[in-house]
């Protein structure tokens, strides 16, 4: 069974800071990896969407990389603004997309 | 619309009713998802509609839980003899491709389901 983990659960950076987002996963048989925002109350926004076979995606701001063979994915956030505060969550699709938990990020100006 | 939506936004009910969530996703989209989001957990997979296939009902909780995508275009998520641990969001998704590959899913705002 597919698990996926987020680190850290939440997150508290001052503006213009850059930042890294973790996520893992246990089984690497996967056809994509997607990062998510989700802001309170409202349905979750796809930010960059990862396929099996490349390593990274870049999207302004942000930069998401895939490293198949070790489980694990990054979200670089690039100087943080206070509109960038939600939850982030990591989701891989095998047989069907699995999310972890999420990362709450807050971005105080 | 441009985007997946749901109905209602929010939906309180009373222990023992039952309940219909409702999901248009976008125009075109053959694959259609139904996921659900509870307090202090991550989101979990419910249901998932691709063409005129089968559906893979493998995260359905229970048989109190049923879904139907009619035409292939609208779908409804209902479910019976509503408990209080079945208070959540309920997120719909849909997909323009067959194929994981290449393809978001795209998803909706979300129905926020209160059991008293």
């Known amino acids: 069974k597919q698990e996926v983990t987020q680190i850290p659960a939440a997150l508290s950076v001052p503006e213009g800071e850059n930042l890294v987002l973790n996520c893992s996963f246990t089984d690497s048989a996967i056809y994509n990896l997607q990062w998510f925002r989700q802001d309170p109350g409202k349905g979750l926004t796809s930010l960059l969407l990862i396929q099996s076979s490349q390593r990274e995606q870049t999207s302004g701001r942000l930069n998401a990389s895939l490293d198949k063979s070790s489980g694990r994915s990054t979200l670089y956030i690039a100087a943080s603004q206070p509109g960038d505060s939600a939850t982030y969550l990591c989701a891989v699709e095998g047989s069907r997309l699995t999310f972890g938990e999420g990362t709450q990020l807050t971005v105080n100006p | 619309g441009a985007g997946v939506s749901q109905s209602p936004s929010n939906k309180v009910t009373e222990k023992g009713k039952d309940v219909e969530l409702r999901c248009d996703p976008i125009?075109?989209?053959?694959?259609l998802y139904w996921y659900r989001q509870s307090l202090g957990q991550g989101l979990e997979f419910l249901i998932y509609?691709?063409?005129?296939?089968?559906?893979?009902k493998s995260g359905l909780p229970s048989d109190r839980f049923s879904a139907e995508r009619t035409g292939g275009s609208v779908s409804t998520l209902t479910i019976q003899r509503t408990q209080q641990e079945d208070s959540a969001v309920y997120l719909c998704?849909?997909?323009?491709?067959?194929?994981?590959?290449?393809?978001?899913?795209?998803f909706g705002p979300g129905t926020r389901l209160t059991v008293l």
């Open positions: 998704a849909s997909r323009g491709g067959t194929s994981p590959l290449y393809n978001e899913q795209f």
């Open positions: 509609f691709q063409g005129n296939s089968a559906p893979d």
């Open positions: 125009s075109g989209h053959t694959a």
